[in-house]
């Protein structure tokens, strides 16, 4: 099975950035797509971020497109989610995951691993 450990999120202003990391326990981290997604209260999960084992294919959902960036390092088996140009609309839990796949993937219920997740709060 593979751990998945995210950083804590925290509380930005609006316009602000924010990176979100996720470290996974595993020795073949790179042959996992990896992905990101969140929800805020009262709304189901959705899909905000995706990348291919090998980082060659980035998928983002069209509201964070611009804004966020996908990344990962796979000598440190971590992931991470640098967020930009933040708005009160991206508060939510955030969730990272991992796909037994090397191809990224939009859908959640293509991934086999989640972490905890963690809160990131926007303020207007």
């Known amino acids: 099975q593979v751990q998945l450990v995210e950083s804590e999120g925290g509380l930005v202003q609006a316009g602000g950035s924010l990176r979100l990391s996720c470290v996974a326990s595993?020795?073949?981290?790179?042959?996992?797509?990896m992905g990101w997604f969140r929800q805020a209260p009262g709304k189901e999960r959705e899909f905000v971020a995706s990348i291919s084992g090998r980082g060659v294919m980035r998928l983002y959902a069209d509201s964070v497109k611009g804004r966020f960036a996908i990344s990962r390092d796979n000598a440190k088996n971590t992931l991470y989610l640098q967020m930009s140009g933040l708005k009160p609309d991206d508060t939510a839990v955030y969730h990272c995951?991992?796909?037994?796949?090397?191809?990224?993937?939009?859908?959640?219920?293509?991934?086999?691993?989640w972490g905890q997740g963690t809160q990131v709060t926007v303020s207007s």
């Open positions: 995951a991992a796909r037994s796949s090397a191809l990224a993937s939009t859908r959640s219920y293509e991934y086999d691993y």
């Open positions: 595993e020795r073949t981290f790179s042959t996992y797509a």
